[in-house]
């Protein structure tokens, strides 16, 4: 069985940017959303429509919203597993001292 080492505040550490990864994504897909429907502002008639449309619903979900939520939802996970290392930790210290 391989070693398992953990260092507990370069995972906090690690869990915090990519929480800011996460938002960032979520701010930059916003801003690519805006930019797009910018450089089809001028245009006119269905295709127009058409691509605001898909900017709007397939493109602006995936960038703004599904993207980040995956990113921000790695970084759930690994806190979690980074707090069950802290309570099994916490749990061999105690058994071993008795308490």
Do not use: H
Not at 42 to 55: P, V, Y
Not at 61 to 79: C, Q, R, S, T, W
Request: hydrophobic share 40%.
């Amino acid at each position: 069985m391989a070693d398992c080492r953990i260092v507990n505040q370069a995972v906090v550490t690690s869990v915090a940017n990519i929480k800011d990864i996460s938002n960032a994504y979520k701010s930059d897909g916003q801003a690519f959303i805006d930019a797009l429907t910018t450089a089809i502002s001028a245009m006119e008639g269905e295709t127009k429509d058409a691509l605001q449309k898909f900017f709007t619903t397939d493109v602006q979900k995936f960038v703004a919203e599904d993207l980040p939520e995956a990113i921000n939802g790695m970084a759930e996970l690994l806190d979690a597993n980074r707090q069950n290392f802290e309570d099994v930790d916490r749990q061999i210290a105690e058994s071993i001292s008795g308490g």
